[in-house]
């Protein structure tokens, strides 16, 4: 069975707001956490990863945060735009092989 | 091109009929993975070559399905009788480092329709 899931299917966030999601694992052996971002009718897209050390790591406009003690990911989105909506994925990495959860829609309010 | 570019965009084929499924990789890019994505699930791992060989073919579903990289680059991924539960979009990724951060880059699949 899988190993990462989400825990919601659909998000609605308001143009503007941030947006966050989530994601539980059951592997403690992943090397990396990553997130893609999929659009319709295209490939994932890699979003930002961190690290199975570390807690917190930041990009553009995104951050995620890993807590180990529970077992969550989330991902977090600054002042979500309309080019955000898509469905987000998050995926762990253990040696070569990426492993995907089911994936959240989110939908950006104008 | 600069992505990894997959042949055809779409296949509609009859049950039991033969399929082949390309990807052309980002030059240079010695991984390449074979992904099924069904509608409203996350991609399911398939294959992995590193290089022209299949490191890991425990993802592939039967023995209708086969793989091959003959010269390291191009990948043709094969399916024999198909049956409708085939249908699905075959995602096919390539990355320098398999054993780095995660990060594949994924053509935009080819979605096969088995009536």
């Known amino acids: 069975g899988e190993s990462v899931g989400l825990h919601l299917p659909t998000l609605s966030v308001q143009e503007g707001d941030n947006s966050i999601i989530n994601c539980a694992y059951s592997n403690s052996a992943s090397d990396y956490f990553i997130w893609y971002k999929q659009e319709s009718g295209k490939g994932p897209q890699f979003i930002i990863d961190i690290r199975s050390n570390m807690d917190k790591r930041q990009g553009q406009r995104v951050t995620v945060l890993l807590n180990k003690t529970v077992k969550h990911l989330s991902l977090q989105i600054a002042a979500t735009q309309p080019g955000d909506s898509a469905v987000y994925f998050c995926?762990?990495?253990?040696?070569?092989?990426?492993?995907f959860g089911a994936g959240t829609t989110v939908t950006v309010r104008a | 091109g600069a992505g990894v570019s997959q042949t055809p965009s779409n296949k509609v084929t009859e049950k039991g009929k033969y399929v082949e499924l390309r990807c052309d990789p980002i030059s240079g890019h010695t991984a390449l993975y074979w992904y099924r994505q069904s509608l409203g699930q996350g991609p399911e791992f398939l294959i992995y070559?590193?290089?022209?060989?299949?490191?890991?073919d425990s993802g592939l579903p039967n023995d209708r399905f086969f793989a091959v990289r003959p010269e390291g680059s191009v990948s043709t991924l094969k399916i024999q009788r198909t049956e409708r539960g085939d249908s699905a979009v075959y995602l096919c990724?390539?990355?320098?480092?398999?054993?780095?951060?995660?990060?594949?880059?994924f053509g935009e699949g080819s979605r096969l329709t088995v009536l």
């Open positions: 995926a762990e990495l253990r040696d070569y092989k990426l492993s």
């Open positions: 990724a390539s990355s320098l480092n398999p054993r780095g951060t995660g990060e594949l880059f």
């Open positions: 070559f590193q290089g022209t060989g299949a490191a890991d």
